[in-house]
């Protein structure tokens, strides 16, 4: 059964903030976290507040972090299934599909909506302000869609409102990840290492048997 936990961004919120992050962490068993994290001027509390929460209903409130002139609101949740949310498609392969296999595969693909309110002030601004959508994943990032800049286990995709296109269908961002199974490797040499000591022990032992010539 999906949950309904599909993201869509107040375009409001875009417009009102010097920085907006949507983050994931995904774990090698699908589930993780998620959260959201805004940043504004402080006069802009109880909005960003509210427009964090009206895009992260079930997500948990932290802390809000206000300085003299800025704030900083932030949501998380922790999902058991990643998978099983709207908008959402996250993928491990590993030793039930492929027992043998030197690595695991993990692949994720998550669409984000943007709310617009249609009138001109967000016209002239969608392609001029930006979000930050960060990945962590269980192994090493091999390959995201579109390109994004990638550390090892982590990718940041820097997106515009106005990636959302046309049709309306929101942003689809995309990663795959592998992680070398050392479990696998080190079974595989230990009965390789077990099969050539019995072969040598075996030849050893008919040469020992061979009758001598007097």
């Known amino acids: 059964m999906r ?54 209903r079930q997500f948990y409130r ?16 922790q999902v058991n299934d990643l998978s099983a949310i709207d908008g959402i498609t996250a993928g491990v392969v590993d030793i039930v599909q492929e027992p043998l296999a030197f690595v695991t595969t993990y692949t994720w693909e998550e669409t984000i909506n943007i709310d617009f309110l249609g009138n001109e002030r967000e016209r002239a601004a969608a ?7 960060r ?5 090493e990032i091999q390959s995201t869609q579109p390109a994004a800049q990638v550390d090892g286990r982590s990718a940041t995709w820097t997106l515009r ?11 689809t961002v995309s ?14 040499v230990y009965v390789g290492g077990y099969i050539l000591y019995r072969v040598i022990a075996f030849f ?3 040469a020992r048997l061979r009758p001598r010539k007097i």
């Open 3 to 56: 949950t309904s936990l599909l993201i869509t961004i107040p375009f409001v919120l875009l417009l009102n903030s010097d920085q907006v992050i949507i983050s994931t962490d995904m774990h090698g068993d699908k589930s993780g976290i998620r959260r959201v994290q805004a940043r504004a001027d402080s006069s802009m509390v109880d909005e960003i507040q509210k427009w964090t929460k009206e895009m992260t």
């Open 161 to 171: 409102p106005s990636d959302v296109g046309p049709d309306g269908n929101g942003i």
């Open 62 to 77: 932290e802390p809000v972090h206000k300085g003299t002139d800025r704030v900083e609101v932030a949501r998380t949740n």
């Open 135 to 139: 990945l962590a994943m269980p192994g």
């Open 127 to 133: 392609d001029v302000i930006t979000f930050e959508y």
């Open 204 to 206: 050893v032992r008919r």
């Open 175 to 188: 990663a795959t990840a592998t992680s070398v199974r050392w479990d696998v490797i080190a079974l595989l």
